[in-house]
């Protein structure tokens, strides 16, 4: 992998954090305790407001996941062991790196 190639992947990692940051600044609003008020909130409206919130929970723990691992990446750029299987050593192949950056094994390896 030439420093071309690195570089691109760098930006576009960086470009996905930003994103996931963007994702759960807005995200927040979702997380809030769900207030009990029976004057202003029916019990069905409460219900399915708990549903949002969990839902909401779980985004941002699936973007708190994909985050670490665009981060791992990163850090496997500056050592510069990043398209490199974990396992084997071999080249991860790009069109996977482009799919997925944070990916850490080939194709042969992840498929066991």
Same mark, same amino acid.
């Given at each position: 992998m030439n420093e071309t190639d #690195?570089?691109?992947f760098a930006a576009q990692i960086c470009a996905r954090l930003e994103e996931i940051e963007q994702e759960n600044r807005l995200g927040r609003d979702g997380q809030? @305790? @769900?207030?009990?008020d029976?004057?202003?909130?029916?019990?069905?409206?409460r219900m399915d407001a708990?549903?949002?919130? /969990?839902?909401?929970?779980?985004?941002?723990?699936?973007r708190d996941g994909e985050a670490?691992?665009?981060? /791992?990446?990163l850090a496997r750029i500056d050592a510069g062991e990043f398209g490199y299987c974990e396992e084997c050593g071999e080249t991860i192949a790009s069109r996977r790196l482009e799919l997925n950056p944070a990916v850490t094994? +080939? #194709?042969? +390896?992840?498929?066991?």
């Open positions: #690195i570089t691109r809030a @305790v @769900v207030e009990l029976q004057q202003s909130v029916g019990r069905l409206s708990l549903q949002n919130q /969990a839902m909401a929970k779980a985004q941002q723990v699936r670490r691992g665009l981060r /791992a990446a094994r +080939c #194709i042969g +390896c992840a498929s066991g």
